[in-house]
């Protein structure tokens, strides 16, 4: 898309008024600072999306108008999201009629809210007047999911109305420390980090393990990759950003031998699981790969045996009531689960658009009851093992614990997107615009959430997403938390450039993410970089939701490094990123090197080279200037420099990269590349590819050393 569209290509004021009424931006700033016009193409394939006709004008017009007039046909809106001690809920009363409305709050408590005095607003809505009445909400009413009922009454008509009330925290509060002390935590790829026992990629018991080893370093968090749902039919996509569901997560990631069950194997099944478990083991000391689909062959083998023994009365409660506390949506996520492996196994798969209410689907339902018995099961499992990985991170005197990572959507085909088809944009995807790392901007292959319909829905999506990641963590990433304010819909048969933002409710998505952080008294991260407007930041930090920083990305007012001691309070700091190589990988300017080798840069290398050099450089004269490094200092001793520097911020918490303790240099994901790299393949090493094992990892030296300087530079700077 040309950064000024041609005269003929403009919207008109009917078509420019709809689509600011529906959060579409018909107009944006880019990375290079110029103002960009949304093309007339690009607003009416996002307006259709959103079921909202605009064709031509007429058809804006009419959409303009039903628009505004349908909030005023609700008595009471779907949701009202309200910071606890204040806020208000607007009904719509018909002329002629009284109302009455009360609060029942989560308890099952009823409380009547009084009405005040007040000048309502009128509008003649289906040629009937309709006067807009504006209810406080007191004070002194609860955190929590509520329910406002109304009664409209007096007139020719009574009309009983309801909608949800969620009260939120005004304001998080900060990460546990002790007193004026910050917290450091390790940052890792589950994936990535195997032992001996693993079956060929990391998993819930080697991230127990990784937990006490960062517990007994002096480390207050463990932060992974997302470990939501994947497919469960091969192949599986590597990305653990594009995820079948965000509300489930990956058994993937379950060791079998650790389920109770698998004591009790049979002498055939026992001898079946020990020949899957040996084989899959052989991929440990694969440096090169990981391999999931090797993995979960084994892995849905093995608990396909371990399924099979009969449960205990006591473990059938548990597994019971597990499943009835995640209710229809488990079992959605499980038909889903069944579905494709049953197009797997007989090569039929359902016709594109066949809806999770379909007759063919409803039937399936009743012939795949086994498997889906399997797969509510699966999860059941997933959460005991994730709770047994917190139990460790808690005895290893860790404050936050395990801290989970939010992708920022769905794949489009995946048990998210078909069970909740109503809540997603048809015929679009989300992405990034161009900036100055991805200038062809990216497409993410997501499709995304309708901000009317989440508010339709109360938030719930929302609500059990954050719930149930929260559930065994003390912490929380967001990627991209830009989202929760707007995001980058590009239209089907567009490029990633000729997409617009389309802008969320941000204050009820934060203020339910805040609420159910308030309850699970856990921390939340918003990475925040790239194009972030000032007062989002600044937003985050009201509401005690910490932001990101990264060394190589503070500059100062000269382009140089940024003197840690201005960095903010309220972030996550960290020497590096997962789309960066490592530390030793990037002072060797791998970032460089691996994009031209992809031929993925749209200058010189040359020119990136020269640029990239005299950014370390520049760094590297502050260590020196600071007394961190010498001369002669070698990689190692620059790398532990760098945190070092880093601890020197106030910034409340302080990520250390594994990667960085075991001397990797390969990067985990290079954005803008599919086949070209394996993303989120790589396996943990060292500098000359050696395998790194979780079993040896607590006795590397250079883990040791790097941990060390970082608890020493704390306590030093409080």
């Known amino acids: 898309m040309s950064e000024m569209n041609a005269p003929n290509d403009a919207p008109t004021p009917t078509l420019l008024?709809?689509?600011?009424?529906?959060?579409?931006?018909?107009?944006?700033?880019?990375?290079?600072?110029?103002?960009?016009?949304?093309?007339?193409?690009?607003?009416?394939?996002?307006?259709?999306?959103?079921?909202?006709?605009?064709?031509?004008?007429?058809?804006?017009?009419?959409?303009?108008?039903?628009?505004?007039?349908?909030?005023?046909?609700?008595?009471?809106?779907?949701?009202?999201?309200?910071?606890?001690?204040?806020?208000?809920?607007?009904?719509?009363?018909?002329?002629?009629?009284?109302?009455?409305?009360?609060?029942?709050?989560?308890?099952?408590?009823?409380?009547?809210?009084?009405?005040?005095?007040?000048?309502?607003?009128?509008?003649?809505v289906d040629g009937r007047t309709r006067w807009r009445v504006r209810v406080p909400v007191p004070a002194d009413v609860p955190?929590?999911?509520?329910?406002?009922?109304?009664?409209?009454?007096?007139?020719?008509?009574?009309?009983?109305?309801?909608?949800?009330?969620?009260?939120?925290?005004?304001?998080?509060?900060?990460?546990?420390?002790?007193?004026?002390?910050?917290?450091?935590?390790?940052?890792?790829?589950?994936?990535?980090?195997?032992?001996?026992?693993?079956?060929?990629?990391?998993?819930?018991?080697?991230?127990?393990?990784?937990?006490?080893?960062?517990?007994?370093?002096?480390?207050?968090?463990?932060?992974?990759?997302p470990v939501h749902a994947a497919e469960v039919t091969t192949p599986i996509e590597p990305s653990p950003y594009l995820p079948s569901s965000r509300r489930f997560l990956a058994p993937l990631y379950v060791r079998p031998e650790l389920i109770p069950e698998a004591a009790y194997l049979g002498d055939a099944a026992r001898e079946r699981f020990s020949s899957l478990q040996q084989t899959a083991a052989k991929g440990n000391t694969n440096a090169e790969r990981i391999d999931r689909d090797a993995a979960w062959t084994a892995k849905r083998e093995a608990l396909a045996l371990v399924h099979d023994v009969p449960l205990s009365p006591a473990r059938r409660a548990r597994r019971d009531a597990f499943a009835r506390r995640e209710g229809s949506a488990l079992a959605d996520f499980a038909l889903w689960s069944a579905v494709r492996e049953h197009e797997k196994e007989t090569g039929e798969r359902l016709p594109d658009g066949t809806a999770i209410d379909d007759p063919v689907v409803t039937e399936l339902r009743d012939t795949l009851g086994d498997r889906i018995a399997f797969h509510v099961w699966l999860q059941w499992i997933v959460d005991e093992q994730l709770n047994e990985a917190a139990a460790s991170a808690a005895a290893a005197g860790m404050r936050i614990g395990i801290m989970h990572d939010?992708?920022?959507?769905?794949?489009?085909?995946?048990?998210?997107?078909?069970?909740?088809?109503?809540?997603?944009?048809?015929?679009?995807?989300?992405?990034?615009?161009?900036?100055?790392?991805?200038?062809?901007?990216?497409?993410?292959?997501?499709?995304?959430?309708?901000?009317?319909?989440?508010?339709?829905?109360?938030?719930?999506?929302?609500?059990?997403?954050?719930?149930?990641?929260?559930?065994?963590?003390?912490?929380?990433?967001?990627?991209?938390?830009?989202?929760?304010?707007?995001?980058?819909?590009?239209?089907?048969?567009?490029?990633?450039?000729e997409g617009t933002y389309v802008r969320y409710d941000h204050e009820a998505m934060?203020?339910?993410?805040?609420?159910?952080?308030?309850?699970?008294?856990?921390?939340?991260?918003?990475?925040?970089?790239?194009?972030?407007?000032?007062?989002?930041?600044?937003?985050?930090?009201?509401?005690?939701?910490?932001?990101?920083?990264?060394?190589?990305?503070?500059?100062?007012?000269?382009?140089?490094?940024?003197?840690?001691?201005?960095?903010?309070?309220?972030?996550?700091?960290?020497?590096?990123?997962?789309?960066?190589?490592?530390?030793?990988?990037?002072?060797?300017?791998?970032?460089?090197?691996?994009?031209a080798r992809l031929e993925l840069l749209t200058r010189s290398v040359e020119d990136e080279l020269a640029d990239f050099e005299q950014e370390r450089d520049r760094m590297l004269a502050m260590l020196r200037s600071r007394g961190l490094i010498g001369d002669d200092a070698g990689e190692r001793e620059v790398v532990e420099a760098l945190h070092v520097l880093l601890a020197a911020s106030p910034s409340r918490l302080l990520g250390v990269s594994l990667v960085d303790a075991v001397g990797e240099k390969r990067v985990q994901n290079q954005p803008g590349t599919d086949d070209e790299y394996p993303n989120w393949q790589v396996p943990l090493a060292d500098a000359d590819r050696r395998v790194v094992l979780l079993d040896d990892l607590a006795s590397s030296p250079r883990f040791r050393s790097l941990v060390e300087a970082v608890e020493r530079s704390l306590r030093e700077r409080p």
């Open 510 to 595: 934060i203020g339910v993410l805040a609420l159910e952080a308030h309850r699970a008294g856990a921390v939340i991260i918003g990475e925040d970089l790239g194009l972030v407007e000032p007062w989002v930041r600044d937003y985050l930090a009201e509401r005690g939701i910490l932001g990101t920083s990264v060394l190589w990305f503070e500059t100062d007012e000269d382009g140089g490094p940024l003197a840690p001691e201005r960095y903010r309070t309220d972030v996550l700091a960290t020497v590096n990123t997962h789309d960066l190589p490592p530390t030793a990988g990037y002072l060797d300017g791998e970032h460089v090197a691996l994009r």
């Open 143 to 225: 955190l929590g999911w509520h329910t406002v009922q109304a009664r409209q009454y007096g007139g020719d008509d009574e009309v009983l109305d309801s909608g949800a009330l969620i009260v939120t925290p005004q304001r998080l509060a900060p990460p546990p420390a002790e007193r004026a002390q910050r917290s450091w935590g390790l940052m890792a790829q589950l994936y990535s980090v195997r032992s001996r026992r693993s079956w060929g990629l990391g998993d819930f018991a080697d991230l127990a393990d990784l937990a006490a080893v960062a517990g007994e370093a002096g480390a207050d968090y463990l932060l992974i990759n």
């Open 17 to 124: 008024a709809l689509a600011r009424a529906h959060g579409v931006a018909t107009e944006y700033w880019s990375y290079s600072g110029v103002q960009v016009q949304v093309p007339v193409a690009t607003l009416r394939a996002i307006l259709g999306a959103m079921g909202v006709a605009a064709a031509d004008d007429d058809e804006a017009a009419a959409a303009l108008a039903e628009g505004e007039a349908a909030p005023w046909r609700r008595l009471v809106p779907a949701s009202s999201v309200v910071r606890r001690g204040g806020g208000t809920i607007e009904l719509h009363v018909a002329d002629g009629h009284d109302v009455e409305v009360a609060l029942v709050l989560e308890d099952g408590s009823v409380r009547p809210l009084a009405i005040p005095e007040q000048q309502p607003v009128a509008r003649s």
């Open 406 to 497: 939010l992708a920022v959507g769905v794949s489009t085909v995946g048990s998210d997107a078909w069970s909740m088809g109503d809540l997603y944009a048809p015929g679009v995807v989300v992405g990034a615009p161009p900036d100055m790392y991805n200038q062809q901007g990216q497409n993410w292959n997501q499709p995304p959430w309708l901000p009317q319909a989440l508010a339709e829905h109360a938030y719930t999506p929302l609500r059990d997403m954050i719930r149930s990641l929260l559930r065994h963590a003390g912490a929380l990433r967001i990627d991209h938390i830009l989202g929760f304010f707007r995001l980058w819909w590009i239209p089907e048969g567009l490029g990633p450039g």
